[in-house]
Every structure is written in structure tokens, then in C-alpha cells.
């Protein structure tokens, strides 16, 4: 055993390694060789044309109320049990045809509600819906 040769195995190395970074940087950039025309690559067709219709204006909903007194009332007016009918009856004619929602106070007598879905039905109306309140827990 010679003193002063490097081949001593408790001298340290003080030179970064090259080999494991060449390595990598050759690695990747194969993978960006092979993938770069890959993403770039398109087909070239003829797509078709098409035209849209403008979407119809959705109508405001009807806020049909009864009270405790059986009294009704249209969107927060009051009206008389002869006019609902009529009102009825222009609203089921529009095209599209809004929703009638339906808020009864649950004071007022069954017969005030089924006899004004029995008229919003002759009258021709499709889309009728309860307002409720959920209970308090």
C-alpha cells in the first residue's frame, strides 16, 4: 500500500457526476422528438354550418294567492272572483305559456283552491305549481 495515491477509498470526490444528468436530458428529449409533431397534427375537415334560433324569451310566472278570507289575489293585487276567468284565459293564450303558482294561506277552505285550478284548467293553463314554506324544525 502505497502513501499519496488517489485510489485511497477514504479520499472524497469533489466533482459532480455528469453521466445520470446527460442521461436524462437525452431521455427527454426523445419523448419531446416524438410528441411535439404528434400534438400539432391535425385532420382537415369540412365541418357543417348550422344556424340557431334565438332562444324565446321565458315569461314571467303568475303569483296566484288566496288568503285566509278566501279573498284572490293576482301577482299581489287584488281581484274579484269574476275576473279570474278572464285572466285565466289571456294568460293560457300566450305562447310560451307561463307557470301559475299557487300560494294558499292553509286558513282558507279547500273548495277557494280546487275552484281556481278547476278554472286555471278549463281555461287551458298546463303549468301550475305550490308555493309552501318548509317547516320550522
Known amino acids: 500500500m502505497a502513501f499519496g495515491t488517489q485510489d485511497e477509498p477514504d479520499e472524497v470526490m469533489n466533482e459532480i457526476n455528469m453521466t445520470p444528468l446527460v442521461d436524462v436530458m437525452l431521455v427527454l428529449l426523445i419523448i419531446f422528438i416524438i410528441t411535439v409533431p404528434v400534438m400539432k397534427h391535425a385532420v382537415n375537415i369540412d365541418l357543417p354550418r348550422a344556424t340557431s334560433e334565438p332562444e324565446q324569451p321565458k315569461p314571467q310566472n303568475i303569483l296566484f294567492s288566496i288568503t285566509a278570507d278566501g279573498s284572490y289575489y293576482w301577482n299581489e293585487q287584488k281581484i274579484e272572483d269574476g275576473e279570474l276567468a278572464g285572466r285565466l ?4 293564450a300566450k ?37 309552501t314554506e318548509p317547516d320550522a324544525k
Open 89 to 92: 284565459a289571456a294568460e293560457a
Open 95 to 131: 305562447d310560451p305559456q307561463p307557470e301559475l303558482h299557487i300560494r294558499g294561506d292553509k286558513a282558507v277552505r279547500y273548495e277557494r283552491v280546487a275552484k281556481a285550478m278547476s278554472q286555471a284548467r278549463e281555461a287551458g293553463v298546463r303549468k301550475i305549481g305550490f308555493i
